[in-house]
């Protein structure tokens, strides 16, 4: 519990922080072209998609995102897992990414281990990517969450380092953009290998789903 608590208040001082320097850098960001969430394939290698719905308002007022998408995907044998991503166009105005441990815990979801989990060639390309990964339960149910920060190309694990390349890129690149990227499956109750057959159900999708992503997350 104090390691959360500590993480919390590194956090806090570094979006302060974050805040002030993305305020003092140049204004007037160019938008980045990209394409709409909306337009996000339905179906991803044999994984077929339902669309959530809408979020609240005062949900995505809190989020402070210029688009997201929110999906559960399907396999032919019934097996599921939930999409989320999150885009900020840009981040000078103090909406910035939102970790999803910040949320999850206010839904009654509490972290039981946590993480690091390295995905070799998740683009069937040689790209090799390193994402956390984490296991929530709420009562007897439990689920297994693997999540990344994700802009101009970069993959980042780190919330921190997330923070440092933006400052970064504010200074160097005059881009502020961003998002996250968030894949959740299910761990049946009663399970007994620590979440082992729902990672290896989310990896199989992040397979399916990183090669989409440069068109709607910009490099």
Known sequence: MKHIV???????????????LLANARNAEVP???????????????????????????????????????RIYYKPSGAAVGLYMGYYGS??????????????????????????????????????????RYIVQKGLERQLVLYWYQSHGRVVASEYWSRAFLI??????????????????PIPVGADDD??????????????LFPQLPAYLPN
């Open 91 to 132: 981040q000078r105005q103090g909406d910035t990414i939102h970790s999803p441990l910040n949320c999850l815990p206010g839904a009654g979801w509490e972290p039981v281990s946590e993480g690091r989990k390295t995905i070799v060639d998740a683009d069937g390309a040689g790209r090799d990517i390193t994402v956390n």
């Open 32 to 70: 980045v072209a990209r394409t709409a969430f909306d337009a996000f394939p339905m179906t991803l290698a044999g994984w077929r998609a339902t669309v959530d719905p809408p979020m609240a308002p005062e949900v995505l007022k809190v989020l402070g995102v210029d688009d997201y998408l929110s």
């Open 168 to 185: 970064n890129d504010a200074i160097r690149l005059n881009r502020t953009d961003g998002s996250m990227v968030r894949v959740i499956a």
């Open 6 to 20: 500590a993480r919390a208040v590194v956090l806090c001082l570094m979006l302060g922080a974050t805040t002030v």
């Open 195 to 208: 979440g082992a057959a729902a990672e290896a159900l989310a990896e199989e999708f992040v397979r399916a």
